[in-house]
């Protein structure tokens, strides 16, 4: 374990491990407050959850030792391989796994032994990645054929997890790996494909607040309102607007007076704008005009994300989950169901005040109103108990530890290492953002652990491998990788 002609320990960056630590005790203390039971009233109870969060602890830093004992290299040279054995125990797990709270995620060996893959597969992923952009010549810069194929490269090693996880269903998990954009942004990636998100997030919302058609419509207007934006050719945009307003009305006419409203209005629109786009097409193969061509292509998209948003909301989506959203979004009022959670998350937090009741002193904690208190509702005992300055502390910890991995990793003169190190910024953002988003009524509820701090053994273990490899890859950074 040498380094640079030294001990490797030298060359650790200790300000990460320390942050690290202090979540980690921080998150043990406020799972046993969250879980405290005076007959069993010693931090230490092997039969209570703090006492196994400490074995679990325990084993963390073995497999620190263990992570920290690799070659830097070996992380660059074994990332695919590292990557398909988690895609193959994602497709074992729908098999053989056992289904828990409705999804179908976790290898149950014994009634303390668990074990989750959709965890660990996102380091897996974040090397895979890493990896892949990290690669010769490697660009996404442009609008060019090259870069889009490297696009599509990255999509498919991101999507590849993020679907198998979908079938578990797990959705918390799956959109961890939305956060993988602010990497390639990073790497080059247009400005525009970041508006494209804004759009598909828009579009996402839209798709379940209302009807189709007037999701369509929307669509529609935008794309030509940016059409003449682009041109500032009112004449073009009026013969466009003009072609598709003909053919659906043609359309709709043929449908009510011939077929008997056989067809309903969106999908009238969608047949009418699918037969306009071939116009728009053929002329701008005839004026070589690629913004008419590009424009159709996001239309296109964005008509295939409504319909997929659609049948994965009513046709995948579990009851529960569905629920979840429609609570989230206003669209259903359910306090003392669903919106439990919430409801008593936002109570606890609320009641913390400024510098909170204090520690074993939460009453919403200590009578279990808040379900799930010592794992995705962690947060809410630090609310109630540590009050805002708590919360506060919490928070710029976390904001600390990820700038000071985003740092670190602009200080690396790898490719990979840089790359790997901001695919772990970004999943430990996007987790912090989640996690005390849906404790405060932000986002919906969809299960999802606070890093290094909410009980659970395979939670805290795939994010100490996850941030640890890159202690170890910035550890050698003089290497070439």
Same mark, same amino acid.
């Given at each position: 374990m040498k380094h640079r002609g030294g001990n490797i320990f030298l060359s650790i960056d200790w300000v990460t491990v320390m942050i690290y630590t202090a979540l980690v005790i921080l998150g043990w203390i406020n799972i046993y407050s969250a879980v405290y039971d005076e007959s069993h009233s010693s931090i230490l109870s092997m039969s209570q959850r703090y006492g196994k969060q400490l074995v679990w602890i325990g084993i963390a830093y073995a497999i620190i030792t263990i992570v920290m004992a690799f070659q830097a290299r070996a992380y660059s040279i074994f990332a695919y391989i590292i990557y398909g054995l988690f895609i193959i125990a994602l497709i074992l797990v729908l098999i053989v796994g056992t289904k828990t709270?409705?999804?179908?995620?976790?290898?149950?060996?014994?009634?303390?032994?668990?074990?989750?893959?959709?965890?660990?597969?996102?380091?897996?992923?974040?090397?895979?990645?890493?990896?892949?952009?990290?690669?010769?010549?490697?660009?996404?810069?442009?609008?060019?054929?090259?870069?889009i194929k490297n696009m599509l490269k990255i999509a498919a090693i991101i999507l590849m997890p993020?679907?198998?996880?979908?079938?578990?269903p797990d959705m918390g998990s799956v959109l961890v790996y939305a956060s993988m954009i602010f990497v390639m942004y990073r790497e080059g990636l247009p400005g525009y494909f970041l508006a494209l998100i804004v759009l598909a997030i828009a579009v996402f919302i839209s798709t379940l607040l209302y009807p189709l058609w007037v999701v369509i419509v929307a669509?529609?207007?935008?794309?030509?309102?940016?059409?003449?934006?682009?041109?500032?050719?009112?004449?073009?945009?009026?013969?466009s607007t003009g072609i598709l307003a003909f053919t659906f009305g043609a359309l709709w006419a043929g449908n009510h007076w011939l077929m008997n409203d056989k067809?309903?209005?969106?999908?009238l629109l969608l047949i009418s704008t699918l037969i306009s786009s071939v116009v728009f097409l053929v002329y701008a193969y005839i004026k070589k005009n690629m913004s008419i061509l590009?424009? *159709?292509?996001? %239309? $296109?998209?964005?008509?295939?994300?409504? =319909? /997929?948003?659609? !049948?994965?909301?009513?046709?995948?989506?579990?009851?529960?989950?569905?629920?979840?959203?429609?609570?989230?979004?206003?669209?259903?009022?359910?306090?003392?169901?669903?919106?439990?959670?919430?409801?008593?998350?936002?109570?606890?937090?609320?009641?913390?005040?400024?510098?909170?009741?204090?520690f074993l002193e939460g009453t919403q904690t200590k009578f279990n109103f808040v379900p799930e208190q010592a794992t995705d509702f962690i947060f809410c005992t630090v609310g109630e108990e540590w009050g805002f300055v708590g919360t506060t502390v919490i928070i710029a910890l976390f904001v600390?530890?990820?700038?000071? *991995?985003?740092? %670190? $990793?602009?200080?690396?003169?790898?490719? =990979? /290492?840089?790359? !790997?190190?901001?695919?772990?910024?970004?999943?430990?953002?996007?987790?912090?953002?989640?996690?005390?988003?849906m404790t405060i009524g932000m986002v919906p509820v969809i299960g999802i652990p606070l890093p290094f701090f909410s009980y659970g053994g395979s939670s805290l273990w795939s994010f100490t491998i996850l941030l640890f490899i890159f202690i170890r890859l910035d550890a050698s950074r003089d290497e070439q990788l």
């Open positions: 709270n409705g999804a179908r995620s976790w290898f149950v060996i014994t009634d303390s032994i668990k074990f989750q893959p959709a965890e660990f597969a996102k380091f897996a992923t974040a090397l895979a990645i890493a990896k892949l952009m990290s690669s010769f010549d490697f660009d996404i810069s442009s609008f060019t054929l090259p870069c993020a679907l198998l996880i979908l079938l578990q669509l529609l207007v935008l794309t030509e309102f940016i059409y003449f934006l682009h041109r500032q050719d009112i004449v073009e945009t009026a013969i067809y309903a209005i969106d999908r590009v424009g *159709i292509l996001i %239309l $296109a998209g964005s008509l295939v994300f409504m =319909f /997929s948003v659609d !049948y994965i909301f009513h046709n995948i989506m579990t009851q529960h989950q569905q629920t979840l959203i429609n609570v989230f979004l206003g669209v259903e009022n359910d306090p003392q169901g669903t919106g439990y959670n919430v409801e008593q998350s936002k109570i606890a937090i609320g009641s913390g005040g400024l510098t909170g009741k204090g600390f530890l990820i700038i000071r *991995i985003m740092w %670190l $990793a602009e200080q690396q003169r790898s490719a =990979f /290492s840089r790359i !790997y190190g901001y695919c772990v910024a970004s999943i430990l953002f996007l987790h912090l953002a989640i996690n005390v988003g």
